[in-house]
């Protein structure tokens, strides 16, 4: 597919799951800013690729560049969702989740490329998450022991009350180094509520979508972000470790973060420090937009700011 190369804004884009990765470069005063995330116009259905777009000011974007496309012997054909792109040991690492062709389950997979803008290629033999699950929307943490992990959700739709989860990796991000543990399940937090799903109508669901780490520069606090629903629409929330590691224990924000018909978030420092929460708002294809706004700790919780 031909994608020619334009300048689009934030209202004009399409895309879902928007993670920026900013990278300052060498000898210029203003950085670029990559921006990725689930770029096919019909992310239901049969898999593209992915598509990043480059920036200097979170309005104005270049692109698309097509930085993944699959091989013909690829292990998933749909559902290509949520890279996250990162600088590690040389190399850009991409977590992605794929629907795959053998068990028709979600997992996210390993890419890496020697680029931001790829091509990135599969590094992990197909999906890392576990084989038999059902599970998406993986995310890159490495502990203040330099281990890394993989933090992802264990599916609502096979799970009812969906999950997030934790598990150890290889130092090469290539497979697995240990059994997933369970952070918190999405009942346990105060401000979800059950998801009415008319497929899932037999079971009482609760929604885990979208985990991203990252430590507060005040107290250097762990938070996690993950989205879920409230009387059916979309809505993002937050927790915070209580003992400022991984394995918690997780301690929910009362209120949602975000509460307007947008989730599966990020957060990323810009070029002149604030921090700045990446969010794709509504909640709806082919609507959804990204959108760019700023956070505040206050008393120890994340808030918007106002």
Same mark, same amino acid.
């Given at each position: 597919?031909?994608?020619?190369?334009?300048?689009?804004?934030?209202?004009?884009?399409?895309?879902?799951?928007?993670?920026?990765?900013?990278?300052?470069?060498?000898?210029?005063?203003?950085?670029?800013?990559?921006?990725?995330?689930?770029?096919?116009?019909?992310?239901?259905?049969?898999?593209?690729?992915?598509?990043?777009?480059?920036?200097?000011?979170?309005?104005?974007?270049?692109?698309?560049?097509?930085?993944?496309?699959?091989?013909?012997?690829?292990?998933?054909?749909?559902?290509?969702?949520?890279?996250?792109?990162?600088?590690?040991? *040389?190399?850009?690492?991409?977590?992605?989740?794929?629907?795959?062709?053998?068990?028709?389950?979600?997992?996210?997979?390993?890419?890496?490329?020697?680029?931001?803008?790829?091509?990135?290629?599969?590094?992990?033999?197909?999906?890392?998450?576990?084989?038999?699950?059902?599970?998406?929307?993986?995310?890159?943490?490495?502990?203040?022991?330099?281990?890394?992990?993989?933090?992802?959700?264990?599916?609502?739709?096979?799970?009812?009350?969906?999950?997030?989860?934790?598990?150890?990796?290889?130092?090469?991000?290539?497979?697995?180094?240990?059994?997933?543990?369970?952070?918190?399940?999405?009942?346990?937090?105060?401000?979800?509520?059950?998801?009415?799903?008319?497929?899932?109508?037999?079971?009482?669901?609760?929604?885990?979508?979208?985990?991203?780490?990252?430590?507060?520069?005040?107290?250097?606090?762990?938070?996690?972000?993950?989205?879920?629903?409230?009387?059916?629409?979309?809505?993002?929330?937050?927790?915070?470790?209580?003992?400022?590691?991984?394995? *918690?224990?997780?301690?929910?924000?009362?209120?949602?973060?975000?509460?307007?018909?947008?989730?599966?978030?990020?957060?990323?420092?810009?070029?002149?420090?604030?921090?700045?929460?990446?969010?794709?708002?509504?909640?709806?294809?082919?609507?959804?937009?990204?959108?760019?706004?700023?956070?505040?700790?206050?008393?120890?919780?994340?808030?918007?700011?106002?």
């Amino acid at each position: 597919m031909n994608h020619p190369m334009r300048t689009t804004t934030n209202s004009e884009l399409q895309i879902r799951d928007p993670y920026v990765l900013p990278l300052a470069g060498e000898g210029q005063e203003a950085g670029t800013y990559y921006l990725y995330g689930s770029t096919d116009s019909n992310i239901w259905g049969p898999g593209t690729g992915f598509n990043a777009y480059t920036g200097t000011d979170l309005e104005h974007w270049d692109g698309p560049f097509p930085v993944f496309r699959p091989e013909p012997d690829f292990y998933a054909e749909r559902n290509f969702w949520a890279p996250e792109v990162y600088g590690y040991g *040389g190399n850009y690492i991409m977590f992605a989740t794929f629907r795959r062709k053998d068990n028709d389950l979600l997992g996210t997979a390993v890419l890496i490329s020697l680029h931001p803008l790829g091509p990135f290629i599969p590094h992990s033999e197909g999906p890392v998450t576990p084989q038999e699950w059902s599970s998406l929307d993986g995310t890159l943490y490495v502990d203040r022991q330099g281990q890394p992990w993989m933090v992802f959700c264990h599916e609502w739709q096979k799970t009812g009350n969906g999950e997030v989860c934790a598990m150890r990796l290889t130092e090469d991000l290539r497979s697995a180094a240990g059994e997933p543990v369970v952070l918190f399940r999405a009942s346990e937090a105060p401000w979800t509520t059950p998801f009415e799903s008319k497929r899932y109508a037999n079971q009482l669901n609760y929604v885990t979508d979208g985990p991203f780490l990252f430590r507060s520069s005040d107290d250097d606090a762990l938070y996690l972000l993950w989205a879920s629903f409230i009387n059916n629409t979309y809505a993002l929330g937050i927790a915070r470790s209580g003992s400022g590691e991984i394995t *918690g224990p997780w301690l929910h924000q009362e209120q949602a973060l975000y509460q307007q018909d947008g989730g599966h978030a990020m957060v990323f420092r810009t070029f002149s420090g604030q921090l700045m929460l990446a969010i794709h708002t509504p909640n709806q294809t082919p609507d959804e937009r990204p959108v760019f706004v700023e956070l505040e700790e206050q008393d120890g919780e994340m808030r918007v700011k106002a």
